[in-house]
């Protein structure tokens, strides 16, 4: 299937942009999220979903050029959340949303680390998402189908960090996140066609995170928003597709280890 070939690729692209020399720190971490994600057409809503989903990954530093730092992040994020919209035959519909998410980010943090008192580090950087999304059970008609969508984006923003000891400081960190390239991909039977793609506009989003490190732990709240435009129509027999404007945040806690 596409959908498992795209996963394959999206591994692979994980395993080769993760840097894999020696690191100056690194940071294992789990996360726990509340996702609302909301679908319009023509300014109504016709899909609603919330609920928890639950994710690791491991941040760190792979190089320090004095200056800069070049920095990474890999996280996977798995979870099960309550779907109210429709089926593609428009019938209204109540059931469960199952995820599976990977993301990848690569970054530039700027201004040298003095170690004391309050600093400010610009930061640049590109990501990528790709989640799929299952949709109930059984067939198109029935509402089951399965989505999968890839987006990438790059980072611009600043990170403030203030040292208060040795073994205590607190941190800020605000992305803008401009889309370069939206794709989601449905996997469901049709007429003619098992599998179509469609392209949702690009938007801009935006991280945020505010935490706290004592020695070797990190605690730390984040906000995060999701945002994608209306597709292009495309006709797919017996329909006419399209992915409706989206709009989704990400709010919760995270909690790391150091070393």
Known sequence: MKITRTISLTALTLLLITPSTRTY???FYGRAEQLAWEEFSEGARILKEDGLRYGI????????????????????????????????????????????????EIYA???????????????LGIGGRYWIRRISKGSANNGGYDEGWLTIYGQLGVELEWIATGNLHLYARMLRRPAIYNNT??????????????????DTTWDLEVGIAYRDIQ???????????????????PIEAYQPESEGTLLGLQLGISW
């Open 57 to 104: 990954g491991v941040n760190g530093i792979a190089e320090d050029f004095d200056i800069w730092q070049l920095g990474f992040r890999a996280e996977g994020t798995l979870g099960s959340v309550d779907y109210e919209g429709h089926t593609f035959g428009g019938e209204p519909k109540s059931s469960n949303t199952d995820y599976f998410g990977l993301r990848t």
């Open 109 to 123: 943090s700027f201004l040298a680390r003095d170690g004391t008192g309050l600093n400010a580090h610009p930061i």
């Open 25 to 27: 720190g690194m940071t």
């Open 219 to 237: 605690l730390s709240a984040f906000y995060e928003t999701l945002s994608f435009k209306r597709s292009p129509s495309r006709i797919v027999p």
């Open 185 to 202: 991909q449905y996997s469901l039977e049709l007429e003619d066609e098992k599998t179509f793609s469609l392209k949702p506009g690009r």
